[in-house]
C-alpha cells in the first residue's frame, strides 16, 4: 500500500540507508534504491541545507557524523555574529595560525602545555598561576615571565621561581633549579664567532648616558667597558689576556688624563699590581697618597719601603747636553689663590753627555726667594767637581763663597 511522506515520518524518521521504491513511466521501469543512492543521482543543490533537530543552536558549526553515515550534527563549537569562536578543546594548526582578537586557552601545565609545537614533548607555553607564564621544555619549567612593577623576566631551570623571589623591580633575574648543588650555576652566555662580531651587554639611559661592556673581537679579544653603542669607539677600561687592564676615565676623585672623556690618556694596571700612567695627568683633589703602607695624617704623598722610600726621576734622551733638567722639586704658595713657585731643588747637565752611561756630569742647584720678591733665585750650586758655590740674594750684594772639593773656601 502506498503511503504519504507525512505517514512514514510519522511512524519513524527515515535513514539514508532505507530502501525505497521509485514509480516512473517510460524506460527503465521502476525501481528499488537507498535513499542516500536517490540523493546522489541528483546534481549538487542549492539553497538551504537542513539537517537533524539537534543541530539546532544559533551559531553552531554543524559537522558530519562519520560512524553512521553522512549525517549533519551539532559539533558544540560556537561562532557568534561578533566572530568569537567558543567550545574548541585541541587545535591542531599545520600552518599559521592568524587570530585578529584574542585566543582564551586553558591554563595547561609543565606537563600538558596549553600552547604546544609539534614535535617537541611537552614543550611550549602555560599559566604558571596568577598571570605568570611559564615556558616549558620536554615536560620541564625552563623559564617564567612575572607581572610586576616592572615586567620581570626570570630564567631557571627546572623548579619554579616567583617574582616575590626577586623583588618587584628587577628585569633579568637568573637562577638554577638546585641553588644548594656547588655545580649548579647560573649563567648568562654569549657567543660569537671568531671572526664575528662582539658578544657585549649595553646600558641605556636613553638621551643621557650609554655604556656597553664585553669581548672586543677586533681589539685582541680584550675586555672592554665603553661609552657608547660600540666596543673601542671610546674605551674606559680593558683588561688583555695576560691579566693587564688599561683604564681611561675621568672621576671626580681621580681624574687619569686631561679631564677631558676621550683623551686618550691610560694608566696600565698589570697582574702584578703595577700602574703604568701614560699620555696624561694623575689628579687627586684630594686626600692623601699611601704607597707602600699606610697614609700618614697631614701627609700629601707617604712612602714606605723596607729599604726606605725611594723617587726615582729618569730623562730619556740621547741628546742631553748642559743645563738640561734632569728632574727637580718644586715648592709653590698661594696665600692670595695664585699658585707661584717659591723655592726649588733641580738636578741638572753640568755640561754635554757623551754616549755611553759612563759620562754623564750633573749639578745640583737650590733656588729660594728673597723677601719682598716672588718667584725663585739660585742661591747654591754643587757642580760635579764637587764645587760649592754659594750667592747672595738679590739686593744684599754680589758677594759669592766658593769652597773647592778639598773644602777650601775662597771668597772672590
Same mark, same amino acid.
Given at each position: 500500500?502506498?503511503?504519504?511522506i507525512?505517514?512514514?515520518?510519522?511512524a519513524?524518521p527515515?535513514?539514508v540507508?532505507d530502501?525505497v521504491?521509485v514509480?516512473?513511466?517510460?524506460? /527503465?521501469?521502476?525501481?528499488r534504491?537507498?535513499?542516500?543512492?536517490?540523493?546522489?543521482?541528483?546534481?549538487?543543490p542549492?539553497?538551504?541545507? &537542513?539537517?537533524?533537530?539537534?543541530?539546532?543552536?544559533?551559531?553552531?558549526?554543524?559537522r558530519?557524523?562519520?560512524?553512521?553515515?553522512?549525517?549533519?550534527q +551539532?559539533s558544540?563549537?560556537?561562532? !557568534?555574529?561578533a +566572530?568569537?569562536?567558543?567550545?574548541?578543546r585541541?587545535?591542531?594548526v599545520?600552518g599559521?595560525?592568524?587570530?585578529a582578537?584574542?585566543?582564551?586557552v586553558?591554563a595547561?601545565s609543565?606537563?600538558?602545555?596549553s600552547?604546544?609545537?609539534?614535535?617537541a614533548?611537552?614543550?611550549?607555553?602555560?599559566? *604558571?598561576?596568577?598571570?605568570?607564564?611559564?615556558?616549558s621544555c620536554?615536560n620541564s619549567?625552563?623559564?617564567?615571565?612575572a607581572?610586576?612593577?616592572?615586567?620581570?623576566l626570570?630564567?631557571?631551570?627546572s623548579?619554579?621561581f616567583?617574582?616575590?623571589?626577586?623583588? +618587584?623591580n628587577?628585569s633579568?633575574?637568573?637562577?638554577?633549579?638546585?641553588?644548594?648543588?656547588?655545580d649548579?650555576?647560573a649563567?648568562? &652566555?654569549?657567543?660569537?664567532?671568531?671572526?664575528?662580531?662582539?658578544?657585549f651587554?649595553q646600558w641605556?639611559?636613553?638621551?643621557?648616558?650609554?655604556y656597553?661592556?664585553g669581548?672586543?673581537?677586533?681589539?685582541?679579544?680584550? &675586555?672592554?667597558?665603553s661609552?657608547g653603542t660600540?666596543?673601542g669607539?671610546d !674605551? *674606559?677600561?680593558?683588561?688583555?689576556?695576560?691579566?693587564d687592564?688599561?683604564?681611561?676615565?675621568?672621576? +671626580?676623585?681621580?681624574?687619569?688624563?686631561d679631564?677631558t672623556?676621550?683623551?686618550?690618556?691610560f694608566?696600565?694596571?698589570?697582574?702584578?699590581?703595577d700602574?703604568?700612567l701614560?699620555?696624561?695627568?694623575?689628579?687627586?683633589?684630594?686626600?692623601?697618597?699611601g704607597?707602600?703602607?699606610?697614609?700618614?695624617?697631614?701627609?700629601?704623598?707617604h712612602?714606605?719601603? !723596607?729599604?726606605?722610600?725611594?723617587?726615582? &726621576?729618569?730623562?730619556?734622551?740621547?741628546?742631553?747636553?748642559d743645563g738640561?733638567?734632569?728632574?727637580?722639586?718644586?715648592?709653590?704658595g698661594?696665600?692670595?689663590?695664585?699658585e707661584?713657585m717659591?723655592?726649588r731643588?733641580?738636578?741638572?747637565?753640568?755640561g754635554?753627555?757623551?754616549?755611553? /752611561?759612563n759620562?754623564?756630569?750633573?749639578?745640583?742647584?737650590?733656588?729660594t726667594? /728673597?723677601?719682598?720678591?716672588s718667584?725663585? *733665585?739660585?742661591?747654591?750650586?754643587?757642580?760635579?767637581?764637587?764645587?760649592l758655590?754659594?750667592a747672595?740674594l738679590?739686593?744684599?750684594?754680589?758677594?759669592?763663597?766658593?769652597?773647592?772639593?778639598?773644602?777650601?773656601?775662597?771668597? /772672590?
Open positions: 500500500m502506498n503511503q504519504s507525512s505517514e512514514l515520518t510519522q519513524a527515515l535513514e540507508t530502501q521504491v514509480e516512473r513511466g517510460g524506460t /527503465p521501469p521502476n525501481f534504491a537507498t535513499i542516500q543512492q536517490i540523493l546522489d543521482m541528483f546534481p549538487s542549492s539553497g538551504d541545507v &537542513f539537517g537533524p533537530p539537534s543541530v539546532s543552536a544559533d551559531g553552531n558549526i554543524p558530519y557524523n562519520g560512524t553512521t553515515g553522512k549525517i549533519l +551539532d558544540g563549537i560556537n561562532i !557568534n555574529a +566572530d568569537d569562536i567558543t567550545g574548541v585541541d587545535l591542531d599545520a599559521i595560525l592568524d587570530v582578537g584574542i585566543l582564551d586553558a595547561g609543565v606537563g600538558m602545555p600552547i604546544q609545537f609539534p614535535g614533548t611537552n614543550s611550549g607555553f602555560f599559566e *604558571v598561576a596568577n598571570g605568570f607564564v611559564g615556558v620536554n619549567l625552563r623559564a617564567t615571565f607581572p610586576g612593577g616592572f615586567t620581570t626570570v630564567i631557571v631551570g623548579a619554579a616567583t617574582e616575590a623571589d626577586v623583588g +618587584d628587577v633579568v633575574a637568573v637562577t638554577n633549579s638546585d641553588n644548594t648543588d656547588p649548579s650555576n649563567v648568562i &652566555f654569549m657567543q660569537t664567532q671568531p671572526a664575528g662580531g662582539d658578544p651587554i641605556d639611559i636613553n638621551g643621557v648616558q650609554e656597553v661592556a669581548i672586543d673581537n677586533s681589539d685582541l679579544n680584550n &675586555f672592554v667597558f661609552r660600540a666596543l669607539t !674605551n *674606559v677600561y680593558e683588561i688583555d689576556a695576560a691579566g687592564m688599561s683604564v681611561m676615565a675621568n672621576f +671626580d676623585a681621580a681624574t687619569i688624563g679631564g672623556p676621550g683623551s686618550g690618556a694608566t696600565t694596571l698589570d697582574a702584578s699590581g700602574v703604568t701614560s699620555l696624561g695627568d694623575l689628579l687627586i683633589p684630594a686626600g692623601s697618597i704607597i707602600g703602607g699606610a697614609i700618614a695624617a697631614n701627609v700629601a704623598v712612602i714606605v719601603a !723596607n729599604i726606605g722610600g725611594q723617587i726615582r &726621576f729618569v730623562r730619556e734622551d740621547t741628546g742631553v747636553v738640561n733638567n734632569l728632574g727637580l722639586f718644586d715648592f709653590y698661594g696665600e692670595d689663590g695664585t707661584v717659591v723655592g731643588i733641580q738636578c741638572v747637565a753640568d754635554t753627555w757623551a754616549s755611553g /752611561p759620562d754623564s756630569p750633573t749639578r745640583l742647584v737650590f733656588l726667594t /728673597p723677601a719682598g720678591s718667584g725663585g *733665585v739660585e742661591v747654591m750650586r754643587l757642580d760635579n767637581l764637587g764645587d758655590t754659594l747672595s738679590a739686593g744684599t750684594g754680589s758677594r759669592t763663597v766658593v769652597a773647592d772639593e778639598d773644602g777650601v773656601l775662597s771668597a /772672590p
